[in-house]
């Protein structure tokens, strides 16, 4: 069979996104992810108090198979939004398993790229099902150059793959005012990105609020004007 050629403007505009939120401890990842809409929230850490009146779906997860099961009943459940909190856990719990699949002790390199595979695979899935995934996760500094930079704290293989795969890593952190704010633009101070159907352009810091998020990236694809959250 002949390769199947598609024009780029038959693409079907898409409106699910799959976002890493990354920061310290406390910045509010998992409160941010109680935004997204109707989510089922994998709590790999237990790490919710802080949602506990957000009148959003938990399921706590200990193990890869509870993961799994997890992910099924929220696409049989028609959930919008899965939430992986953290995967900082659910990364080791799946290593952890790759490994042991093959009797071994240790991780070696292929075993990485087992798990960036199923993890890009997960991904995939879950977008043909139209459904958000949202990845929190740690920072960590690195030297970038001279300087040091934020950014996800991820191992292995993950670290580089991970960002490419997703359409927004977004740095959360707290300004000295104490306000709390989510950049998606890349700094001389921490990584960042964000996937739009438009050329990159300028997005100032947001509220940390995945509505807002999703304004900001679909916001010419959807033909509206912005509106203003901060002063709603
Ligand atoms: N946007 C926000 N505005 C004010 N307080 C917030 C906000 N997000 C989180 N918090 C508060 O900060 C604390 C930590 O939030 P949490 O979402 O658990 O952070 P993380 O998941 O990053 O550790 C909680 O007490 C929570 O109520
Ligand atoms: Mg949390």
Same mark, same amino acid.
């Given at each position: 069979?002949?390769?199947?050629?598609?024009?780029?403007?038959?693409?079907?505009?898409?409106?699910?996104?799959?976002?890493?939120?990354?920061?310290?401890?406390?910045?509010?990842?998992?409160?941010?992810?109680? *935004?997204?809409?109707?989510?089922?929230?994998?709590?790999?850490?237990?790490?919710?108090?802080?949602?506990?009146?957000?009148?959003?779906?938990?399921?706590?997860?200990?193990?890869?198979?509870?993961?799994?099961?997890? +992910?099924?009943?929220?696409? *049989?459940?028609?959930?919008?939004?899965?939430?992986?909190?953290?995967?900082?856990?659910?990364?080791?719990?799946?290593?952890?398993?790759?490994?042991?699949?093959?009797?071994?002790?240790?991780?070696?390199?292929?075993?990485?790229?087992?798990?960036? *595979?199923?993890?890009?695979?997960? +991904?995939?899935?879950?977008?043909?099902?139209?459904?958000?995934?949202?990845?929190?996760?740690?920072?960590?500094?690195?030297?970038?150059?001279?300087?040091?930079?934020?950014?996800?704290?991820?191992?292995?293989?993950?670290?580089?793959?991970?960002?490419?795969?997703?359409?927004?890593?977004?740095?959360?952190?707290?300004?000295?005012?104490?306000?709390?704010?989510?950049?998606?633009?890349?700094?001389?101070?921490?990584?960042?990105?964000?996937?739009?159907?438009?050329?990159?352009?300028?997005?100032?810091? +947001?509220?940390?609020?995945?509505?807002?998020?999703?304004?900001?990236?679909?916001?010419?694809?959807?033909?509206?004007?912005?509106?203003?959250?901060?002063?709603?």
């Amino acid at each position: 069979m002949p390769v199947k050629i598609i024009n780029s403007s038959q693409i079907k505009t898409k409106k699910n996104l799959n976002v890493i939120i990354y920061g310290a401890p406390g910045v509010g990842k998992t409160s941010f992810c109680a *935004s997204a809409p109707k989510p089922l929230i994998i709590d790999l850490e237990g790490g919710t108090l802080s949602i506990m009146d957000r009148n959003v779906d938990i399921v706590e997860a200990k193990t890869v198979f509870n993961v799994k099961e997890a +992910i099924d009943y929220a696409v *049989s459940n028609n959930y919008k939004t899965i939430v992986f909190d953290s995967l900082t856990r659910f990364s080791e719990l799946l290593i952890e398993s790759i490994t042991s699949a093959d009797k071994k002790t240790k991780p070696q390199v292929q075993h990485w790229g087992d798990l960036v *595979s199923k993890i890009k695979k997960m +991904i995939w899935e879950l977008q043909g099902k139209d459904i958000n995934t949202i990845f929190t996760c740690l920072e960590k500094e690195s030297n970038n150059d001279d300087s040091l930079i934020k950014r996800p704290s991820l191992t292995g293989q993950l670290a580089q793959a991970i960002p490419a795969i997703v359409d927004v890593t977004g740095y959360l952190y707290v300004t000295q005012t104490g306000e709390r704010l989510l950049s998606i633009n890349p700094t001389d101070k921490w990584y960042a990105k964000h996937r739009t159907t438009l050329p990159n352009r300028i997005v100032e810091d +947001i509220e940390p609020d995945f509505k807002v998020l999703s304004q900001r990236i679909f916001r010419d694809s959807n033909g509206g004007e912005l509106t203003n959250h901060r002063q709603a």
